[in-house]
Each structure stands twice: as structure tokens, then as C-alpha cells.
């Protein structure tokens, strides 16, 4: 079975500051991992993702997050934080070996960032 | 705007009825999946469509159903309707033959309000 903790519920962070939302995972095999952002009452966005390679991913509006494979976690990061970042963060992790040919995710619970002015 | 479509935005029902939400993937996507996201249990895989046919099946109830037709768009059934199942659902399609490296894209969902 595959599991995603996003230890954090909620991160405050201000704005111009660096941000880290944190997310540790648990998959059999080599991992997978992905960052979306949900705004309110909108879909998830993909942000990011981990396949293999250099343990830094760079990916859309400025973030980006390190794989650290010992720790197994994949924390999503950004120098400097905006007010619009503000939003629901969702780390996800599918095993490279799903079998039957299916590739869902598992999500964590999702983490708030609040980036205030 | 990520190309996958879902309708209607909003549902209102009552206990016991029955639902069909609807969904059309990204142009040339084969795969479709469906999620639920309730406040209490985060996001739950429902269930994967590949090309009409089902994949996989997550923490879906057997009161609910789905399938993908020939044109590929997807339709989740739910049925006997509690106030429990009241929840976003989402959909996701992801590229033709792809391998578990490639993300999903999400629909803008379907707020589902059972009364």
C-alpha cells in the first residue's frame, strides 16, 4: 500500500519569505511523486513532479521541490512567496510498479498556505 | 483551464435518489479517473477507466457505479444517495498510453449536496 503525510495542516508564511510545505511518503518500489495546488471552489493543478533523476524538480510559478530519497520525502519549496500562492497544497505518490495497469494516486490531506501580505 | 470537463458544477438532492455525473477528458486522453474529496477524508481514488474498460477500483461504494463510453467521456453513477456522500467529485484524465510518470489533469468537479 502507498501513503502520503503532509505533516503540516496549515503554513503561514509572509510574503517575500521563503516557503516549505513538507510531505513524506511510503510506496513499494521506486516512487512517483507529484505536487497540485487547489484554489478555492477550483480543480487541482499540477505543479510539479519527481520521476527520476536530479533531486531537484523544478516546475510551474516559481516552485520547486527536493527528493530526498533516505528521508523519503518531497518537500515543495519556493524562495519567495507571493500572496496570490495562497491556496491547498496536495502532495501525491503512485508506485512505479502498480501493476494491472492502473495509475491512481494517493493524496495526502492537503496542506493550507496562507501567505500574508 | 485544464481541457477535462465535468457537469453540472453544482448538484442538490435528497436522500435516496440517484445521480449521474459526468465528465470529458482532455482531447486524445484515454484514461479517466474519479475521485471524491470530502473534508473528512481528504481525497479518495474511486475508480480508473482505460479506453472503456475498468482498471482499478479504489474506496468506491457498491452503491456507486461508473463506465466510459466509445467516445471516452465517463459517467459516475450514485445511487441510494446518503448525507454522507455529500462531497467534490473530481475527475481526472491523463495521456494516451501513458506510464505512471504522467500526471493527471483534474476537472473543475461536481459539488454533490445530498439533503
Known amino acids: 500500500a502507498q501513503s502520503v503525510a503532509q505533516p503540516e495542516d496549515q503554513v503561514n508564511v509572509a510574503e517575500g519569505n521563503p516557503l516549505t510545505v513538507k510531505c513524506t511518503y511510503s510506496v513499494s518500489g521506486n516512487p512517483y511523486l507529484f505536487w497540485y495546488v487547489q484554489y478555492p471552489n477550483r480543480g487541482l493543478q499540477f505543479l510539479l513532479k519527481?520521476?527520476?533523476?536530479?533531486?531537484l524538480v523544478k516546475g510551474s510559478y516559481g516552485f520547486e521541490a527536493e527528493f530526498n530519497k533516505s528521508q523519503t520525502s518531497f518537500h515543495l519549496k519556493k524562495p519567495s512567496a507571493l500572496v496570490s500562492d495562497s491556496a491547498l497544497y496536495f502532495c501525491a505518490v503512485r508506485s512505479a510498479y502498480s501493476g494491472a495497469g492502473s495509475y491512481q494516486l494517493t493524496f495526502g490531506k492537503g496542506t493550507k498556505l496562507s501567505v500574508i501580505p | 483551464d485544464s481541457g477535462v470537463t465535468q457537469t453540472p458544477k453544482h448538484l442538490i438532492t435528497a436522500t435516496g435518489q440517484r445521480v449521474t455525473l459526468r465528465c470529458s477528458p482532455r482531447s486524445g486522453d484515454l484514461s479517466v479517473y474519479w475521485y471524491q474529496q470530502s473534508l473528512d477524508q481528504g481525497l479518495q481514488f474511486l475508480i480508473h477507466?482505460?479506453?472503456?474498460?475498468?482498471?482499478a477500483k479504489g474506496n468506491i461504494l457498491e452503491r456507486f457505479s461508473a463506465q466510459q463510453f466509445p467516445d471516452l467521456h465517463s459517467e459516475l453513477n450514485l445511487s441510494s444517495l446518503e448525507l454522507g456522500d455529500s462531497a467534490l467529485y473530481f475527475c481526472?484524465?491523463?495521456?494516451?498510453?501513458?506510464?505512471?510518470?504522467?500526471?493527471?489533469?483534474f476537472g473543475p468537479g461536481t459539488r454533490l449536496t445530498v439533503l
Open positions: 519527481y520521476i527520476t533523476g536530479d533531486n
Open positions: 477507466y482505460y479506453n472503456g474498460e475498468e482498471r
Open positions: 481526472a484524465s491523463s495521456v494516451q498510453g501513458g506510464g505512471a510518470w504522467n500526471e493527471q489533469f
